[in-house]
C-alpha cells in the first residue's frame, strides 16, 4: 500500500503474485502518495489513471494492476520467486537489447530528481494542512493494518520452495 508500491513502481519490471493488493490509500485521510507514485504511475499508464488511483483510494488486486499494465508480470500464489527466476532466465537471450530500451525508455522520459523534489515539497504543503478529523483517520487506519499484521503474523509461513 502507499510507500510499498511507490518502491515497487520504482523497478523497470514488477512481478507480482496474483492474491497481491495494492492501491494508495493516501485519499483517505486528505492526502496524496508524495514520494513518486504519479510520475510513476503516469509514465508508465498516463495520467487519467494516475490520478483515478490516488483519487478513489481504491485497493487494486494484481490481476487489475496487470491488465493495465502497473504489473508487468502476474504470478500464481507462492510462485513470485519462480516468476523472478523465469523472467531472469528469460531476459539471459536478450539481455543487451532490453537493457539498451531500458536505457531509451529512462531518456525519452526521465523521472528527474527536482520532479521528485518538487512533488514532494508539495506533499509536505498538504501534509501541514492536516486537521485533526484527517489525523484520527490515519489512527484508525494505521491500527486496522497493525491489527491485520498481528493476525497474519500469528499464522504459521507456508514456503513453496522446489
Known sequence: MGGGLEAALASDIVIA???C???????LFNLFPGMGAY?????KVGTRHAEKMMLSGKIYSAQ??????LVD???EEGEGVQAVNDFVKKQERRANGFQAIQRVRQRFNPVT???LIDITT???ESALNLTEKDLKVMDR????QEKLFLERKEQPLQLNVA
Open 17 to 19: 503474485e496474483r492474491n
Open 21 to 27: 493488493q495494492m492501491g494508495f490509500p493516501e485519499i
Open 39 to 43: 510520475s510513476l504511475v503516469a509514465r
Open 64 to 69: 487489475e494492476l496487470y491488465e493495465i499494465g
Open 73 to 75: 508480470v502476474l504470478a
Open 113 to 115: 530528481y527536482q520532479e
Open 122 to 124: 508539495i506533499w509536505v
Open 141 to 144: 487506519l494505521v491500527r486496522s
